[in-house]
């Protein structure tokens, strides 16, 4: 079976579901210091459903207010305009691939373990005094390379998840064979494609040299995703919890009582945050 | 005493998660805020304890089926039985 040329890649790419000029617009802004919140905030406001997911998020427990969020501006005020992007990264993600067909790739568990690495991840980036809102992106997005490659082949990506099955393959394993590459290449690709910001694309890089400026995102992402998987959020029949590198663990150094707290606020957060995303199993 | 339900109020902000285990403390803040009742999850008997954390540490042991090998992944699973054995019992 042949591997994965970039050309493949790009192209999948370009399959995938257009995301909404708001959103294009906030990941560029990721960047900018000197954003135009007031602007951005008004053109969240014409999407009503976005706007009212982004609502429930602020006012859910995740953020535990004493008072009621009525608007994206009051949001802004109130949460932060970087938190405020991340919801409304989350709502808009959520929504642009509900429908999208990708062969055997279970949408809605997809989403769950994307949500759950991302709430994992903020919980640990406020331990670790790290940027919580650009690690709770980084979490949602860590695994986006498997949308590239099941939009890529669908009957590959099924032959994937059959390898894992019935060989109780790892899913990396699978997809170098299958694909000639695993999920973590594919989503550099489309975080390129989109813009992201270094710092966040380069999430992807767990486990090897980082920049200072990088700090402990990829870290972070890999060990998130890892505790997301172990706690069963999404509760797929061959979830499989990654490896960990030694590197990324000790880089972190969560006691074993920080493990405990992170476990607790990531599975109190995480029914509500699904529920209001809509990624419930009814996507 | 765990809550079954998330409890909001008149507003629609939610004061406590589903799961929240309730405290003297959290009851009397929630009785100030108007709330005088809420859902909470039926008391489960040991003996169904005892089947949720077996059915739960072998639920872990095919999730780590993989990465036990590696070091972290071994503290990360240990840390995880120590949490269900927590939170179940």
Redesign the interface.
């Known amino acids: 079976m042949s591997g994965l040329t970039e050309q493949d890649i790009a192209g999948a790419v370009l399959r995938l579901p257009a995301l909404p000029n708001i959103v294009l617009e906030l990941i560029h802004a990721l960047d900018d210091k000197d954003v135009d919140t007031h602007t951005l905030a008004q053109k969240i406001s014409y999407d009503q459903t976005l706007t009212a997911k982004v609502l429930r998020l602020a ?3 995740f953020y ?5 969020i009525g608007s994206i501006p009051h949001a802004i005020t109130v949460l932060g305009f970087n938190s405020v992007r991340s919801l409304v990264l989350a709502a808009a993600m959520v929504d642009t691939f509900a429908d999208h067909a990708s062969g055997d790739l279970d949408h809605a568990n997809f989403w769950k373990h994307a949500i759950g690495t991302a709430l994992c991840a903020k919980v640990i980036a406020a331990h670790r005094g790290a940027n919580q809102d650009q690690s709770f992106i980084a979490g949602l997005l860590h695994n986006i390379g498997r949308l590239v490659l099941a939009t890529c082949s669908p009957q590959r990506y099924r032959d994937v998840l059959q390898r894992c099955a019935q060989r ?1 393959e ?1 899913l990396l394993t699978a997809e170098i064979h299958v694909f000639g590459i695993d999920h973590k290449t594919a989503g550099k690709a489309v975080l390129e494609y989109w813009k992201f910001p270094a710092a966040i694309v380069g999430t992807l890089s767990s486990g090897q040299d980082e920049s200072p400026a990088q700090g402990d995102s990829a870290a972070i992402a890999a060990v998130a995703d ?2 997301a ?4 959020l999404s509760g797929g029949q061959y ?8 590197a ?2 000790d880089r972190l150094a969560l006691k ?1 009582s920080v ?2 707290e992170i ?2 606020i990531t ?3 995480f ?2 945050a699904c529920a209001i995303l809509g990624a419930t199993g009814n996507v | 005493m765990t809550l079954a339900q ?1 409890v909001f109020d008149d ?4 004061l ?5 285990v309730l405290t003297d403390k959290s009851i009397q803040a929630l009785k100030k805020r108007g709330i005088h009742a809420v859902q909470i999850a039926a008391p489960v008997s040991d003996k169904k304890k005892d089947a949720m954390l077996a059915a739960s540490l072998a ?2 042991d ?6 036990k ?5 071994r ?3 240990e ?2 039985c ?2 269900r054995r ?2 179940i019992s």
């Open positions: 006012n859910s427990s535990g207010m004493q008072s009621k109780n790892d890892a505790i998987y172990a706690l069963d979830d499989r919890v990654p490896s960990i590198t030694t990324d663990w074993e493990l405990l476990f607790a599975e109190t957060q029914e509500e | 998330a507003a629609g902000v939610c406590m998660a589903s799961g929240s639920r872990l095919e999730l780590f089926m993989h990465s090998d590696s070091l972290p992944n503290k990360l699973f840390s995880l120590l949490y927590e939170t």
